[in-house]
């Protein structure tokens, strides 16, 4: 009960979120949304045995969501070189630099960059950016329910367990159903009924991809959450592991292909 009703109250706030807010809360709900995932993020490391730089951490998502007009390509290369000469400058050991400066670069770039393009997503219109929603979390509903009641084959015994054969299957069906009713009412100008069925079910499966990549992370650190700020759900990169591959996809998609 406790995780339906959070989960009630995470939609209805992203609904608004997405419809009613201006342009600085978004914004501003976007970057307090990465520095807490990035904190669970390099929690989830620390407890894996590595060292990454979290301040750097924090500032390079900032750096990279705050600032339209960066060229992230060369923020990229200029971050790393900052990261690794903090290593050196810190007197670490020199086995651990480049890992702690890769572990932490890739953290910025797993979660700040998916969140940006929520963002250019929201600039195209916000029913895109529900869509992404409305797929991967019916999927990830249904892919819970299905697996708890019925769910006997486990898709992925070493990086989670209960994930389930059957409750990927319902989630492939169900998600992109849900989402391609979306779009049939409010992206019916923008795109074909048979067009935003597929394109759910890639950013379905995109979606469950990334709940496993998150799961692979959390199983090196032996944790079940990454956190613990959202009752019922776990923490805020437990919430958004899905959308972090999902958001690409789909506005990687729009941008390139279509």
């Known amino acids: 009960m406790v995780r339906i009703l959070i989960g009630l109250l995470l939609a209805s706030a992203a609904w608004l979120l997405a419809f009613r807010a201006s342009s600085p809360i978004i914004l501003g709900t976007v970057a307090i949304l990465a520095l ?18 979290p301040t750097l951490g924090y500032a390079g998502a900032l750096i990279w969501l705050l600032c339209p007009n960066l060229d992230r390509a060369l923020f990229s290369s200029l971050y790393l070189v900052l990261l690794l000469g903090t290593g050196v400058l810190a007197g670490r050991p020199i ?7 890769a572990v932490t670069a890739a953290g910025v ?52 367990p209960s994930k389930t054969w059957e409750g990927t299957i319902a989630s492939v069906v169900v998600g992109p159903t849900a989402g391609s009713a979306y779009a049939a009412v409010f992206l019916a100008g923008e795109i074909g009924n ?11 499966v995109f979606g469950q991809i990334g709940d496993l990549a998150e799961s692979a992370l959390k199983r090196t650190a032996e944790m079940k959450n990454s956190g613990k700020l959202l009752p019922g759900h776990g923490g805020v990169l437990d ?16 941008q390139f292909l279509r």
């Open 36 to 53: 807490l995932a990035l904190r669970e993020y390099f929690g989830i490391l620390v407890e894996s045995g590595m060292r990454p730089y």
């Open 239 to 254: 919430r958004i592991d899905g959308l972090l591959f999902a958001l690409p996809a789909l506005y990687g998609y729009l």
């Open 109 to 160: 770039v797993y979660i700040a960059g998916p969140l940006l393009w929520g963002m250019l997503l929201h600039d195209l219109s916000p029913h895109w950016l529900v869509f992404a929603f409305v797929v991967t979390a019916v999927g990830d509903t249904i892919a819970l329910a299905v697996g708890k009641t019925i769910g006997r084959r486990s898709i992925a015994p070493v990086v989670s």
């Open 95 to 101: 086995q651990s630099v480049l890992p702690s400066a």
């Open 194 to 204: 048979m067009e935003a069925m597929v394109l759910a079910l890639v950013i379905n």
